[in-house]
């Protein structure tokens, strides 16, 4: 069933990439949704791709996930511009235990003339 996912991801990609930036902006990306449903011979089927998924934190499951598919978009997207800091080990307690930790609870993007703006909504954990 992954395999069927991902080449049904796959598919969608090639057949929106020429509108999914038309101003071929650099340093964008976007995060979509895909819906999917496997029936009883284990048959996956697109059932939508949302443009604005909810990234609401509403399941034990979802409280696991989001948060990983952020961090991980994130470290495709952004840490190759702005690579983190390669703390060794032996480093790692100079680092402020005091920090805030979040949560993700929304990604809401809205369009402002040409330019599309995306805010990240943290919460207090």
Same mark, same amino acid.
């Given at each position: #069933?992954?395999?069927?996912?991902?080449? *049904? #991801?796959t598919d969608v990609v090639k057949a929106a990439y020429g509108?999914?930036?038309?101003?071929?902006? $650099?340093?964008?990306?976007?995060?979509?949704g895909l819906d999917f449903m496997i029936d009883e011979n284990f048959k996956v089927w697109l059932i939508e791709v949302n443009t604005n998924p909810c *990234?609401? *934190?509403s399941s034990p499951l979802l409280a696991r996930i989001i948060p990983s598919m952020i961090e991980?978009?994130?470290? $495709?997207? $952004?840490d190759p511009l702005f690579p983190p800091p390669n703390w060794p080990n032996s480093k790692r307690h100079l680092?402020?235990?005091?920090?805030?930790?979040?949560?993700y609870t929304h990604l809401r993007a809205h369009e402002t003339g040409r330019n599309l703006v995306c805010r990240l909504l943290l919460e207090k954990k």
């Open positions: #069933a992954y395999q069927q996912m991902k080449n *049904l #991801a509108k999914i930036d038309p101003y071929k902006r $650099i340093h964008t990306f976007e995060v979509f *990234l609401e *934190l991980n978009a994130l470290r $495709i997207t $952004i680092v402020p235990s005091n920090t805030l930790a979040v949560s």
